[in-house]
């Protein structure tokens, strides 16, 4: 294992057990946060799966935990964030699979480790259920941003097999995750509806932050933080061509669609995490 400091890039290899799952005594020793099967990399002292979106989505289902197994897409603004955020990286910690959806954590991570990484992005999360929903997504609970859109998704997956009654939704009031009887109140809500799959599409780090305070209250579901993904698999949103995502510059196509709400995330919040990378590298070299 190569060890880059505090970037880089603690590396293991494609072991079906990793160290920390061998020293597990049993399945149900599995702790929120402990390691999946399947080959990782380390960035920013967070462990990522560099696997496919199905086989990581596969793993989650399996796992035998009790209380939510949550799926984060990392991207750079979510890297910024959580460099001051000890709440929001509190719940990354505990997240069943962390991915690597931006561009650029891909190729830092593909760059250190010269293998295979895929990148897995909140489409790609949704894609494992959208054509055929599998036995752990047959109860559906979308955490929306918008009805229009939470509607025309749960029309989809009707489409594709699921029963009336078997995908409900909420559309939180902003503020909501500050709201404690608002939030008991929902927490009831999706553990009433018997969720086997909570898609969180009200964006970071809110969703992430809310399902690690409130997970003693969901139940056991597979849970997906995916943002504006929710609206894309709705038919709402539209994304960047392959090629723009290929080149790393979907986050232009994303802009262009919203240029008021990401103008800040983009231009001013962006800047920081060349400063993250660099002064990890500085303490790299410096040691």
């Not at 399947?38 to 799966?49: M, N, P, S, W, Y």
């Not at 559309?171 to 809500?189: I, N, R």
């Amino acid at each position: 294992m190569r060890n880059l400091g505090r970037l880089g890039l603690n590396l293991e290899a494609a072991d079906p057990l990793p160290r920390e799952v061998r020293s597990a005594r049993s399945p149900t020793a599995l702790l929120p946060g402990s390691a999946l099967p399947g080959a990782t990399v380390e960035l920013f002292d967070l462990r990522f799966q560099t696997g496919s979106a199905e086989s990581i989505v596969a793993a989650v289902a399996a796992r035998p935990d009790d209380g939510p197994r949550m799926i984060v897409t990392a991207n750079v603004d979510h890297i910024v964030q959580l460099s001051t955020d000890t709440a929001f990286r509190g719940a990354y910690s505990r997240a069943a699979a962390r991915t690597l959806d931006g561009m650029p954590l891909v190729w830092l991570a593909r760059a250190a480790c010269r293998r295979p990484v895929h990148r897995v992005t909140g489409h790609d999360l949704m894609g494992c259920v959208m054509a055929d929903p599998p036995a752990f997504a047959r109860r559906i609970f979308l955490v929306s941003a918008r009805q229009d859109a939470a509607d025309a998704l749960a029309a989809r997956l009707r489409d594709r097999g699921l029963p009336d009654g078997a995908v409900a939704s909420a559309v939180p009031p902003f503020g909501f995750e500050a709201d404690p009887d608002y939030s008991a109140a929902l927490a009831a809500q999706i553990r009433a509806h018997g969720t086997t799959l909570l898609v969180m599409g009200v964006g970071a780090p809110k969703s992430e932050i809310w399902i690690d305070r409130h997970r003693a209250k969901l139940g056991n579901p597979v849970v997906f933080c995916i943002g504006d993904a929710l609206n894309v698999a709705a038919g709402y949103l539209t994304r960047a061509p392959g090629l723009m995502q290929r080149l790393g510059l979907e986050w232009i196509f994303r802009f262009l669609q919203a240029p008021r709400r990401l103008f800040r995330r983009y231009f001013i919040k962006s800047w920081r995490f060349i400063g993250i990378v660099a002064r990890g590298r500085l303490v790299d070299r410096g040691g």
